[in-house]
């Protein structure tokens, strides 16, 4: 009878660690290929150990690229931006520089601006004309007789040029589209006028309608790159929240994997089929066996 009282126990955590295996993963920190993960409680990116992976990335943009490509919690992902990562003291290669040439790199924005003859200022708006459709997010504009290459703020579109990701086209075509149905203004915001590749940040208003928020609704936007603080980011999300919610363009096939993903949970729930039940049943019987052969 004294082997037998601690073999039952024995037996009853087993079974339970069966039946119910996620309540010892409450919290799951399993690291991703970058060495980090999500905070289910509030969909925080923690950075623990970086990888070669997180060495090839020279900022917190190209980090937050990576995070996307090599984390599988599309939850969190969805509302991923600069603010939502920890990266626990580490910096990245163009950060360093920064440190060891700050008096360098204080007016790094100002010679971009003069390079390219432009008086252009932050927080205006500009009549614009369309020059050429390049894809879903950029195009170029002609504003007083300069060209401007133009990188259109916040959305990240479905690639269609130098590789061609599903929905590509449709997001080219969208644009190319939209910028024709009447005058074009351009508004410039954030924290820079233009970006590395020289490329001008803006807002790009077609009449009355913001394409940002036009495209985002129509489904064809798969995340948002978040730099700083933007004028419409509310807008934008709300759009995004519409398109997710009706299925529409590349949520249409995201909502089928969130079909899928719930089945899934659903089997994790009750992992060894109908026959937990009888499993509950033995844990039961056991139990009230070990209760009577204890009390003589």
């Not at 933007?230 to 969130?258: C, H, P, Q, T, W």
């Amino acid at each position: 009878m004294n082997n037998f009282k601690p073999a039952m126990h024995i037996l009853l955590i087993t079974f339970l660690s069966i039946l119910f295996p996620t309540m010892s993963e409450a919290h799951n920190g399993s690291r991703d290929e970058l060495g980090g993960h999500f905070r289910n409680s509030d969909c925080m990116y923690l950075l623990h150990e970086p990888t070669s992976l997180v060495k090839s990335a020279n900022n917190i943009h190209e980090f937050i690229d990576l995070i996307y490509q090599y984390n599988g919690n599309e939850k969190c992902k969805s509302t991923l931006n600069e603010s939502k990562v920890d990266l626990d003291g580490y910096l990245f290669p163009s950060e360093n520089q920064k440190e060891s040439n700050s008096s360098d790199n204080e007016n790094r924005a100002t010679p971009a601006v003069q390079l390219l003859g432009t008086d252009l200022i932050l927080g205006e708006k500009y009549l614009a004309t369309l020059e050429k459709c390049t894809d879903g997010d950029t195009a170029q504009f002609n504003i007083n007789g300069t060209i401007y290459k133009t990188r259109f703020l916040y959305i990240d579109t479905p690639e269609s040029t130098n590789k061609i990701e599903p929905f590509g086209k449709e997001a080219s075509e969208f644009t190319c589209s939209f910028l024709k149905q009447g005058s074009i203004t351009l508004e410039t915001d954030g924290k820079d006028l233009f970006d590395k590749y020289d490329r001008l940040l803006a807002w790009v208003w077609v009449d009355n309608k913001l394409h940002q928020e036009e495209i985002t609704k129509a489904g064809l936007v798969k995340k948002f790159y978040d730099y700083g603080d933007y004028k419409y980011e509310n807008r934008i999300n709300a759009a995004m929240d519409y398109a997710k919610e009706n299925g529409i363009g590349l949520f249409e096939v995201s909502n089928e994997k969130l079909l899928e993903n719930k089945q899934g949970k659903e089997e994790i729930i009750d992992p060894l089929g109908g026959i937990s039940i009888w499993i509950i049943l033995f844990i039961i019987v056991l139990t009230i066996f070990f209760f009577r052969n204890h009390k003589k």
